[in-house]
């Protein structure tokens, strides 16, 4: 078992909640968002956009549990959790390359790569 990969994982999830979070300021600063202010799509997609945060950085502490005690993830219930967390981090990278943006689909999908490889070994 590999604990530093879980780190290593749960490392990258902080990584994209910050960045995520330095991307919503920047996305909602945008002058076509600013125009719908105070609409129902704005207000949804400002707090959907920031809990996109919360969720990656809940994810980064579930994987630096499981890097504490990796014998976790031979629980089914854990094991379909990381699971279910790849899916999201594969399908968001192939949204974000689907629409040209292809430096957040490059960091994504590695951080998918290193999750996947992280929970494989543990």
């Known amino acids: ?4 990969l879980l780190q290593v994982s749960a490392g990258s999830f902080v990584f994209l909640s910050v960045a ?9 600063s945008d ?5 719908i202010a105070g ?10 956009w920031y809990q996109g945060s919360g969720f990656l950085l809940l994810t980064g502490l579930l994987h630096w549990q499981w890097s504490r005690d990796p014998s976790l ?3 089914p219930l854990n094991k379909a959790i990381a699971g ?5 981090l594969w ?14 689909a490059s ?10 490889w992280g929970v494989l070994v543990a």
Do not use: E
């Open 1 to 4: 078992m590999s604990p530093s």
């Open 20 to 28: 995520h979070t330095i991307m919503g300021k920047q996305w909602t």
């Open 31 to 35: 002058p076509r968002f600013k125009a």
């Open 39 to 48: 609409t129902k799509p704005w207000a949804s997609g400002t707090v959907g």
């Open 73 to 75: 993830l031979q629980d």
């Open 84 to 88: 279910l967390v790849n899916v999201v």
């Open 91 to 104: 399908a968001s990278s192939a949204w974000y390359a689907k629409y040209g943006i292809n430096d957040t």
């Open 107 to 116: 960091v994504v999908g590695l951080c998918a790569a290193l999750q996947a």
